[in-house]
């Protein structure tokens, strides 16, 4: 079985057809074996197997939301921000998105937007309707 070199991928599980795997878990390649044709990935603790054909169920991921990143690093962060996505421009989301990177962030964007969100201490009440069907 070959062993990855030093950098890894990350994989989203983002199909429930593995036990203990769930939309949006994040993984690491830790083996891949031609010959038996299956990758081995790691969602946290544990190692998943999937077999060549079944990597469909599996998709790159080149880019995740801050909310899904707290809680790890990463050894680059990049965050884009633009006035367009006025909602998110939230002091805590930045704050959160700067201290996930380990050796480098970089911010991408409009200097008003990271103005906007830098003077914005407000989070803004979600209405998922959560209390209502834990009530029912």
Do not use: C, W
Not at 5 to 26: A, I, M, Q
Not at 59 to 70: E, G, M, R, V
Not at 78 to 100: D, F, S
Request: aromatic share 10%; hydrophobic share 45%; proline share 4%.
């Amino acid at each position: 079985m070959s062993s990855l070199p030093d950098y890894s991928f990350r994989f989203v599980g983002y199909l429930l057809t593995k036990p203990g795997v769930f939309n949006d878990d994040l993984a690491d390649v830790a083996k891949i074996d031609p010959v038996e044709r299956e990758v081995r990935v790691k969602f946290d603790q544990r190692e998943v197997v999937y077999d060549f054909g079944e990597l469909d169920e599996v998709a790159l991921a080149y880019a995740i939301t801050i909310h899904k990143s707290q809680g790890s690093e990463f050894p680059a962060v990049v965050i884009p921000l633009a006035t367009q996505q006025y909602l998110l421009l939230q002091r805590n989301l930045v704050y959160t998105g700067i201290t996930r990177g380990k050796k480098l962030v970089v911010v991408v964007g409009q200097r008003k937007a990271l103005a906007i969100a830098v003077r914005n201490n407000k989070t803004e009440q979600r209405f998922s309707g959560l209390l209502a069907r834990l009530i029912a």
